[in-house]
């Protein structure tokens, strides 16, 4: 009865072993599939010289004065003017 005992033991132990194999194996290959399919699709844009341009509530500037207890609301549109 103990040498069965101590066979279904080693037979758990191997079975948990092998599956564990299995899951590191399944686990790298996907992740050495996703960084290889993101690598496929990243594409190269090369720009010419960017100037943004900054208009609050429809007037070009960059600053907002606000006092401290004051709360307001702007809306902020940032364009770019490509050369």
């Known amino acids: 009865m ?4 101590k066979d279904v033991e080693k037979s ?3 079975i948990i072993g092998l599956v564990s194999i299995v899951l590191l194996i ?3 290959s996907y992740a050495l599939f996703t960084i ?5 699709k990243t594409i190269s844009i090369i720009t010419g010289t960017l100037t943004p ?8 500037g960059n600053t907002i004065s606000i006092n401290a207890s004051e709360t307001q ?8 003017i490509h050369h």
């Open 73 to 80: 609301e702007h809306t902020v549109t940032v364009t770019n």
């Open 26 to 28: 399944g686990y790298y």
């Open 2 to 5: 103990k040498l069965l005992k």
């Open 36 to 40: 290889a399919t993101e690598e496929h």
């Open 53 to 60: 341009q900054l208009q609050i509530d429809g007037n070009v």
């Open 12 to 14: 758990y132990l191997l």
